[in-house]
């Protein structure tokens, strides 16, 4: 680690913490941090620096072994069953949360209850109940709740919401979206809490996070199969694949259908390694992405596709040497981490504290991060969770209708006329 400058040690600090030190660490927050370190700057609030104060971890391993790695001689390492409870209380500004899905909100709520920002990977939580006490409880403490979706931060999706926003493309027919991952993603780094999951719920979100904030619109209804056997039995909880399906409604009147498939079953020499695809059809057009066709084709004996993929994404997350001779990691995976630090930054190290409740609403409002703005993705996820859980009871083929004429979130199976109520609020 190289000692920091008498002109960036002097600069005003944000204390970060993580929950989870995994695959999703080692790729967006550790080169995050590990560059912010040195020093951020924004117009809005002047240059600080951003550390990692600390982890939360089940065993507390990887964080050791981090810390040994980088030399770190004031992180926390914090494991156990009151792992979080520690790190808040050892002087943290924010909370990344970056732990199994079904854990998101037990760290995020700690972390809000103790009046620090929070960021949680996606999805957010698994329930609009749970949504709704993480966005009051917010408002309450005077935080911000944010949540991470790196796909918008895609270059080639920006460019799809530009046109879009700028009326080139008009009125979204359906779309199809899909991401295959390997099997060495299901059957070894997720092997820990694999049991009870799906795919669909791992990385749908980020394709209901882009058609719901692309296209707007409001959510009619969500259908979901999918097949069973290969990481779990074949009458378990554990689901190798998903075929999601969302029907939206928009202003007009008009409906649209969008089906997005995941796997984590795929073979490890699989060339695309991560194969990501979709398509959306308009009135006018068609827009077509697929991350091979867009990328680089790599092959170094003995090397790939395991060791460095045949396919390789720089526009995520890449190590590089610059054209002056410094290495870097940068990509829209860590940019979006940024954006939030600068957001946390902003509230608070951008003007008086008088002014401090009016820039947290103006942070609060970025409807691409804010918790407040994920309902109708957080509903689609608990709608496919709640499908699925009846299909691995023997029910299978259940629809849920959204804000219908049941209100709220009714699940219909096959059969049956009274519904089951997910939610009843409004979505």
Request: aromatic residues 10%; negative net charge.
């Amino acid at each position: 680690m190289s000692p920091l400058s008498s002109s960036s040690a002097d600069l005003p600090v944000l204390r970060g913490g993580m929950v989870g030190m995994g695959m999703i660490f080692d790729e967006t927050y550790a080169p995050f941090f590990e560059a912010a370190e040195f020093g951020v700057y924004d117009a809005t609030t002047g240059a600080f620096r951003v550390e990692l104060a600390g982890a939360a971890t089940r065993t507390g391993d990887r964080a050791e072994i981090y810390r040994k790695r980088r030399g770190l001689s004031n992180f926390g390492n914090h494991a156990g069953d009151d792992a979080v409870a520690s790190l808040l209380v050892s002087g943290i500004d924010f909370l990344c949360v970056a732990s199994p899905d079904d854990k998101h909100f037990a760290a995020a709520r700690q972390g809000i209850e103790a009046g620090r920002h929070v960021i949680i990977e996606k999805p957010s939580v698994l329930s609009l109940e749970e949504l709704d006490q993480l966005v009051a409880l917010a408002r309450e403490k005077g935080v911000l709740a944010k949540v991470v979706y790196h796909k918008l931060l895609d270059p080639d999706h920006k460019k799809l919401r530009t046109l879009v926003a700028d009326g080139v493309l008009t009125h979204v027919n359906n779309g199809y979206c899909s991401l295959l991952e390997p099997k060495s993603i299901s059957g070894s780094q997720f092997a820990a809490w694999i049991t009870g999951r799906n795919p669909g719920t791992y990385v749908a979100v980020h394709y209901l996070k882009l058609i719901d904030f692309t296209f707007g619109g409001r959510l009619k209804s969500v259908q979901c199969s999918g097949q069973r056997g290969l990481v779990g039995p074949k009458d378990g909880p554990t689901w190798d694949s998903t075929q999601l399906r969302l029907v939206y409604e928009y202003e007009s009147g008009r409906e649209a259908a969008f089906d997005i498939h995941t796997s984590w079953v795929t073979p490890d020499n699989f060339p695309g390694y991560v194969e990501q695809e979709v398509q959306f059809r308009f009135d006018n057009g068609v827009w077509n992405g697929h991350s091979r066709k867009r990328g680089v084709e790599l092959t170094v004996e003995g090397r790939t596709p395991h060791e460095l993929k045949t396919t390789i994404n720089n526009h995520y997350n890449g190590s590089f040497l610059e054209p002056w001779n410094e290495r870097s990691r940068r990509g829209y995976g860590i940019e979006v981490i940024e954006r939030f630090a600068r957001e946390v930054a902003y509230v608070e190290l951008g003007g008086e504290e008088s002014g401090r409740a009016a820039r947290l609403a103006e942070m609060t409002a970025r409807d691409y991060n804010d918790l407040s703005a994920d309902r109708q993705v957080v509903a689609a996820v608990q709608a496919m969770e709640a499908i699925l859980a009846k299909a691995a009871a023997g029910e299978p083929n259940a629809v849920v209708e959204v804000n219908g004429r049941f209100g709220g979130m009714a699940l219909f199976l096959p059969g049956r006329s009274e519904p089951e109520m997910l939610y009843q609020g409004t979505v």
